[in-house]
């Protein structure tokens, strides 16, 4: 491949100021130049999206594919690619280091391809720390953009590719894009989007959080709370079932409290029930629910629906009042449980999952042993744990009497523990039930073994082949295997 190349420069007249009709002026643009870089390279440009961390950064990424492909790029599998990006997470420290890690290694795919672009995106970039640091060290890095303007992907592609390849001698690190903001009130519809499942979809009706809990990161760099229009989300969620999707996650940092800052304000309920009169959809999902918006009305919506999977993902984050309190969860241990008994009575058989931070600054024994008896008196079907980490910038990262590491170690291995043996016992509890699955993939090692999930979001490997996929059918749980089942269809 000849390296002293000079892309040519196309000419921008009239750029459209609406939105999308701009975005689709730079995906002609974009893709006119990786047509021109094809054929310096003689091949297909590829790409490949890495994502980190939630649901949330999932469908982000599936909304950056649907760009790449429609500018002519083509997905690959490695990141030994033409364009890697790192759609990035920083909930928790341990997610940040992972990035700087696995950046040193694709410079070693840079030096050797002198087509490459690497770009970051997501939750890290919104911190101007993390961005200042890539700035000194990592000068490789060809685009960086954040969490707001993840919609102007394509006219940042454009920018980036020009920036990069106007002049290969210049980039010898010097062809940063950056294009970071801090806040926006701004969504715009109607961009293209490549899902990664032909039955299943997450659709956003909401983006950033209002709560400020006070070890979360989140509102910092998602922003300000606001929600998509209902007809924007039952358009959206039509339109995917037209193409083949029968289950659909509905995403937000806090659904429980979407609709409240529109026009014409609505509740999540009354939204969930438009979404079920939906015909062809034939499961609903949502997350996240923050106890202390979840309302009674919701409660009942569920109770009634048919469509509304048995699965309530509850973050309790510590069963210890005063910890909440310190948290600035607006809920206490006793509202929490009490909620837990409101739910149940209403849907008997359904699923609860939580969340739940062990070591928050200043939790001591008699607090984690509230947790301890949450967890207990509740009986999760799952819990993911997760050790406190110290975000800059939040109200806790200042608070005295941070906990020791060995101490936090010695109670996270003791609730794992213990959400184990509560989930089991959950778990157990459904073995030799027929229920209804949704047949998800193929194993790996096996084709004649596909997966699939029950509504209550339960794991099940059955004998089966591909053509199963997106279809739901009934299974009997032969076998519980602790955190999923073996099962087989019932015809
Ligand atoms: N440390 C540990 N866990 C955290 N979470 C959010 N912030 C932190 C933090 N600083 C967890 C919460 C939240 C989940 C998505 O991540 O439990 O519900
Ligand atoms: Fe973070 Fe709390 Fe918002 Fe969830 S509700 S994203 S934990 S601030």
Redesign the pocket.
Known sequence: METNFKLKIIDKTQIPETEPKRQYYFIEIAKEYIKQLSAIKGSPMTFHVSTFGCQMNARDSEKLVGILEQIGYEEVDTEEADFVIYNTCTVRENANNKVYGRLGYLNGFQKKNPLMMIGLCGCMMQEPTVVEKIKQSYRFVNLIFGTHNIYKFAELITTAIENSFSDLAKKKGSSMTIDIWEDTDKIVEDLPIERKYFFKSGVNIMFG?N???SY?I??YVRGRERSREPKDIIREIEKLVADGVVEVMLLG??VNSYGKNLDNPISFAALLQEIEKIDGLERIRFM?S?PKDLSDELIEVMKNSKKICKHLHL?LQSGSSRILKIMNRHYDKERYLELVEKIRTAVPDIALTTDIIVGFPGETEEDFEETMDVVRKVGYDSAFTFIYSKRTGTPAASMENQIPEDVVKVRFDRLLKEVQKTATKKAEALTGNIEKVLVESVNEQDEHLVTGRLSNNSVVHLTGTADLIGKIIDVKLTECKGFYYIGEEVK
């Open positions: 959080c709560n400020f809990c979360c989140v509102p940092q806090n996240t923050h973050p």
